[in-house]
Nanobody, 125 residues
Framework: QVQLVESGGGLVQAGGSLRLSCTASGRTFSSYVMAWFRQAPGKEREFVAAIRWSGDSTYYAESVKGRFTVSRDNAKNTVYLQMINLKPEDTAAYYC??????????????????WGQGSQVTVSS
């Protein structure tokens, strides 16, 4: 069993930056694929970024590539999402998620077994 607790959301002006953190419980955190998804009101949950257990492979949605960076610190059981140059269309609830090890992380929400409670990011224009 893995429990995920997120922090770091908030309100920021367009062009600003935020960093989300997600801390996991469980001894096998380092073996899990970790990902970030987001969901805006009235829209489906969408993939944002993912990182393999080793941290050497990262994957991004086209809409955030070059602006968002996913990283992890296995010693702290924590995964991060650094967001820069935020846009109003980035406004959403952001969720971290964990799945069993995979060679290539899935971009589908159904592949993830554990979810955080969500952290709201609001970008004003």
């Amino acid at each position: 069993q893995v429990q995920l607790v997120e922090s770091g959301g908030g309100l920021v002006q367009a062009g600003g930056s935020l960093r989300l953190s997600c801390t996991a419980s469980g001894r096998t955190f380092s073996s899990y694929v970790m990902a970030w998804f987001r969901q805006a009101p009235g829209k489906e949950r969408e993939f944002v970024a993912a990182i393999r257990w080793s941290g050497d492979s990262t994957y991004y949605a086209e809409s955030v590539k070059g602006r968002f960076t996913v990283s992890r610190d296995n010693a702290k059981n924590t995964v991060y999402l650094q967001m820069i140059n935020l846009k109003p269309e980035d406004t959403a609830a952001y969720y971290c998620a964990a799945s069993r090890p995979a060679l290539i992380p899935s971009r589908g929400a159904s592949a993830y077994d554990y979810w955080g409670q969500g952290s709201q990011v609001t970008v004003s224009s």
